[in-house]
């Protein structure tokens, strides 16, 4: 079987147009099972020897250092594929490399159980593994998406398509955790997911590598090498990929916040085991709205301009976010649950807002590639395309920050400190898993500190995202130059080959 075969015409393959997209859906469970639920893990299964919070700060600070370290190395992996010639093709070694090593450091993560410093010195090291894996293979898949086709048209589709499928498996890893967490202890739940996530993983992974194609690229071999001077010389020099940088990494800071938050909202909200499962039914309109809204985001570009997209999305989920504050902190003072389709119905437009918003993030950074060619003459996709990643991770380390800083403050960690305790002595002694969730969840309605922990939480998860996704679209809006115009006028320049450092938008 040949997996080094390629295409030559701008028009993508069938086969490869269906089949990158659907790949994703692996990785994505991967790193949604990561991403939101290892903190959360950790938090609510780890002993106390050694100082419970002592231990909690540790991980905080190792995940923001690893984090930010992990974005400075984005470009970095960047410019060594940008560098690689192999037989494979220029991005799949990487992606296969990354997807191999990246499924036994995720096992690992949630099945060795450790005691006390021990266990934070071990979690540090294979983190920090999971990190390097995982920037392997995603420098290297999404480098592949703007390589396939400069077509507009065909580019957008198949970023939707990326995004559906992205979706799906955020939605596979984000649903099933909340719903099992009701009815299984945590340490056998998050032992046994990570192993199928692992599986599924390699195999999505593989079906990419064997069964698409890569474009042929006519100039591989006049291409010059690049240096790692070569490498912030390019992201320096794009002014307009600053633009949507810092953009997209306020985005991801705010979506996350709702995300990391969520399941302990849940839980403090609406107790442990109706809280698991009003979690998963938002997860649910969570994977529904991001869907919908992003297979309806082809016909709202062939209606609307940029500009009013990103207003519109903009406008739908800050009005969702204030509202939702708002059904959750009344009955928070009242010391009542919140009405949960009153939330669920906020929470679609949230997500629809959300998910158009993203999209079109993603075409505007992606066409920062053909400004990098106009003014420059070179393409440089993977160092250009490393700067999606690196805002995820800088938004990552910043949103451990705001979450350990938010939980601390409101009294979260005094409260799942105890679940802690009953998760490890029901896993020892053989609980049943109804016994573990029953005592976790008269834990967690009887504590003194779940009101005060509750609003902090609301605090966190909706008025923060509100403020940063604010200035995002401030900031885009005064700043991002690249309209529907200017984009087809570089296009245009570049067939022709009027490449200059005098071009400026």
Request: charged share 15%; glycine share 8%; net charge positive.
């Amino acid at each position: 079987m040949k997996i080094n075969t390629t295409f030559s015409s701008d028009k993508v393959p069938t086969r490869t147009k269906w089949l990158y997209p659907l790949s994703g859906i692996g990785r994505d469970m991967a790193y949604t099972l990561v991403s939101l639920f290892l903190m959360t893990f950790i938090q609510y299964t780890m002993d106390d020897i050694g100082g419970y919070d002592n231990k909690m700060l540790a991980f905080t600070i190792f995940l923001v250092l690893y984090r930010v370290w992990d974005g400075i190395n984005d470009p970095m992996m960047g410019t060594i594929i940008e560098n690689s010639r192999f037989k494979m093709g220029k991005y799949k070694p990487w992606i296969l490399i990354g997807a191999l090593f990246n499924s036994i450091f995720l096992v690992l993560l949630f099945s060795v159980r450790l005691s006390g410093w021990w266990y934070v010195a071990f979690i540090g090291v294979v983190y920090f593994l999971w990190e390097i894996s995982f920037t392997m293979n995603d420098i290297a898949y999404w480098s592949l998406l703007p390589s396939l086709t400069s077509e507009s048209k065909q580019r957008g589709q198949i970023t939707t398509l990326v995004s559906v499928f992205a979706a799906i498996g955020a939605f596979i890893s984000g649903g099933l955790i909340p719903f099992l967490s009701g009815r299984f202890g945590l340490i056998d739940l998050y032992r046994f997911f990570s192993i199928i996530v692992a599986v599924t993983f390699l195999i999505c992974q593989l079906v990419l590598v064997f069964f698409t194609q890569e474009r042929e690229r006519p100039q591989i071999v006049e291409e010059e090498k690049q240096t790692l001077g070569d490498m912030f010389k390019v992201i320096w020099h794009n002014k307009q990929l600053w633009v949507m940088m810092i953009a997209v990494t306020l985005y991801y800071l705010g979506s996350a916040l709702l995300n990391a938050f969520g399941l302990n909202y849940f839980y403090f909200a609406y107790g442990f085991k109706t809280g698991a499962d009003n979690m998963t039914l938002f997860t649910i309109v969570y994977a529904l709205s991001s869907v919908l809204s992003q297979m309806c985001f082809p016909f709202l570009q062939k209606k609307m301009r940029q500009n009013t997209i990103l207003a519109m999305s903009f406008y739908i989920m800050t009005i969702g976010y204030a509202l939702f504050f708002v059904m959750g902190l009344i009955p928070a003072l009242n010391g009542t649950a919140p009405n949960l389709l009153a939330m669920l119905i906020l929470g679609f437009f949230i997500f629809a807002g959300q998910g158009i918003f993203y999209m079109e993030l993603l075409i505007m950074m992606t066409n920062t590639i053909e400004y990098n060619e106009w003014t420059t003459g070179k393409r440089n996709e993977s160092i250009i395309f490393a700067a999606r990643p690196f805002a995820a991770k800088v938004s990552s380390s910043l949103q451990t920050l705001l979450v350990y800083v938010v939980l601390l403050v409101g009294g979260v960690y005094s409260v799942t400190q105890q679940i802690s305790g009953i998760q490890i002595e029901g896993a020892r002694e053989n609980w049943t898993p109804e016994a573990i969730v029953n005592a976790s969840s008269n834990l967690i309605t009887s504590s003194p500190n779940r009101q005060m922990g509750t609003i902090a939480i609301l605090f966190g998860m909706a008025i923060i995202p509100i403020v940063l996704y604010g200035i995002a679209y401030l900031y885009m809006k005064r700043r991002y130059r690249i309209n529907e115009e200017n984009y087809q006028r570089m296009v245009a320049d570049i067939n022709q080959g009027k490449f200059s450092k005098e071009n400026k938008l």
